[in-house]
């Protein structure tokens, strides 16, 4: 297939999917721990704003993909329905009841670090939308899930590895975009901290254990997107040549493969298409911090490509992958 770009009518299908899902409680996946039968509540009950999507994280970044389709295509048909959805969610009463649900003490690590990346990359893009009534009520709730960052950051004294919603280094990469957008440098600067911590010794990854069997990001891919977004450029690329040492050769052979999905009707195998999806979002981001004649460049977007082409034709159909598939399609569409 032909990769498409994002045009004005791709995302006006793709904000379809989202505005059919982020407002749909059911099914629905909890995570949720109960210190009490009186804790046995519904979705929408424990969550004021993102009860939809099957599941808390998944409607956070449906809500960011929203955002990030209306601020670039601010005249798409469905505009009106994004913005009177918006209206009506992002509201102060609303954000106090997903706070709250964080202060119970069951909740210290609920979502984390995926839904707390996500939804700090969603308070990023309603930072930078022409409605700042949202940002506004959003705060509160970024506000709390950035302190959890910072408290939990300096415990952390292992990166987690894994292709799944506990990889650390997605949570860095993520968390990094609000830090710029909010101006806030010691937040970046403790993310900077941390990611050199965490992976600024690894060299020559195998990633022989690429794909596992639900994996939705590549381990590999990710640290490697990570340490591009936050470390500068003098210090990334030498990072990167020992780390990812034999690209030019499509070596690790693992890396450039895309993932065969055999059942999407199961949401663990379901995940392999977003790993097809997100691993074309970091080849493409990859490439773009490599010179123009460098043969590194050519296989990583050649590698995006076939990814994409594996990808993007099975964003819908099955709901296990409905709920989520598109947001990591706009990943990479706009890497």
């Given at each position: 297939?032909?990769?498409?770009?994002?045009?004005?009518?791709?995302?006006?299908?793709?904000?379809?999917?989202?505005?059919?899902?982020?407002?749909?409680?059911?099914?629905?996946?909890?995570?949720?721990?109960?210190?009490?039968?009186?804790?046995?509540?519904?979705?929408?009950?424990?969550?004021?704003?993102?009860?939809?999507?099957?599941?808390?994280?998944?409607?956070?970044?449906?809500?960011?993909?929203?955002?990030?389709?209306?601020?670039?295509?601010?005249?798409?048909?469905?505009?009106?329905?994004?913005?009177?959805?918006?209206?009506?969610?992002?509201?102060?009463?609303?954000?106090?009841?997903?706070?709250?649900?964080?202060?119970?003490?069951?909740?210290?690590?609920?979502?984390?670090?995926?839904?707390?990346?996500?939804?700090?990359?969603?308070?990023?893009?309603?930072?930078?939308?022409?409605?700042?009534?949202?940002?506004?009520?959003?705060?509160?709730?970024?506000?709390?899930?950035?302190?959890?960052?910072?408290?939990?950051?300096?415990?952390?004294?292992?990166?987690?590895?894994?292709?799944?919603?506990?990889?650390?280094?997605?949570?860095?990469?993520?968390?990094?975009?609000?830090?710029?957008?909010?101006?806030?440098?010691?937040?970046?600067?403790?993310?900077?901290?941390?990611?050199?911590?965490?992976?600024?010794?690894?060299?020559?990854?195998?990633?022989?254990?690429?794909p596992s069997g639900d994996d939705f990001q590549s381990p590999a891919l990710i640290e490697a997107e990570c340490m591009r977004r936050l470390l500068p450029p003098e210090a990334f690329l030498p990072w990167f040549d020992r780390f990812l040492p034999r690209l030019a050769e499509r070596q690790p052979a693992t890396l450039f493969r895309p993932a065969t999905v055999s059942d999407r009707t199961d949401g663990k195998i379901a995940h392999l298409?977003?790993?097809?999806?997100?691993?074309?979002?970091?080849?493409?981001?990859?490439?773009?911090?490599?010179?123009?004649?460098?043969?590194?460049?050519?296989?990583?977007?050649?590698?995006?490509?076939?990814?994409?082409?594996?990808?993007?034709?099975?964003?819908?159909?099955?709901?296990?992958?409905?709920?989520?598939?598109?947001?990591?399609?706009?990943?990479?569409?706009?890497?």
């Amino acid at each position: 297939m032909t990769v498409p770009s994002l045009t004005a009518d791709l995302a006006n299908h793709y904000a379809g999917i989202a505005l059919g899902h982020v407002r749909r409680e059911y099914p629905n996946n909890l995570d949720h721990a109960l210190a009490g039968p009186e804790d046995a509540r519904t979705p929408s009950a424990l969550h004021p704003i993102f009860y939809g999507s099957y599941d808390w994280h998944s409607c956070v970044h449906g809500y960011w993909m929203l955002a990030r389709l209306l601020r670039r295509f601010p005249g798409m048909a469905r505009a009106g329905e994004i913005r009177a959805l918006f209206d009506g969610q992002f509201m102060a009463d609303k954000v106090a009841g997903e706070c709250a649900y964080f202060a119970a003490p069951t909740a210290r690590r609920f979502k984390r670090p995926y839904g707390w990346a996500w939804l700090l990359k969603l308070a990023a893009e309603l930072a930078l939308s022409d409605e700042p009534r949202w940002s506004r009520a959003l705060t509160p709730l970024a506000d709390l899930i950035a302190e959890r960052f910072r408290a939990f950051l300096p415990l952390a004294t292992y990166p987690v590895r894994v292709g799944t919603h506990f990889n650390t280094a997605f949570g860095l990469r993520m968390a990094a975009d609000y830090a710029a957008v909010s101006g806030d440098a010691a937040f970046a600067a403790l993310l900077l901290d941390t990611a050199r911590r965490w992976y600024g010794a690894d060299a020559d990854c195998p990633a022989w254990g690429e794909p596992s069997g639900d994996d939705f990001q590549s381990p590999a891919l990710i640290e490697a997107e990570c340490m591009r977004r936050l470390l500068p450029p003098e210090a990334f690329l030498p990072w990167f040549d020992r780390f990812l040492p034999r690209l030019a050769e499509r070596q690790p052979a693992t890396l450039f493969r895309p993932a065969t999905v055999s059942d999407r009707t199961d949401g663990k195998i379901a995940h392999l298409d977003g790993l097809n999806l997100s691993r074309a979002w970091c080849w493409r981001s990859l490439a773009s911090a490599l010179a123009a004649d460098d043969p590194r460049r050519a296989a990583a977007l050649a590698a995006a490509d076939d990814h994409l082409a594996a990808g993007l034709p099975h964003l819908t159909g099955d709901y296990m992958g409905e709920h989520w598939l598109a947001s990591f399609a706009v990943l990479a569409l706009e890497a």
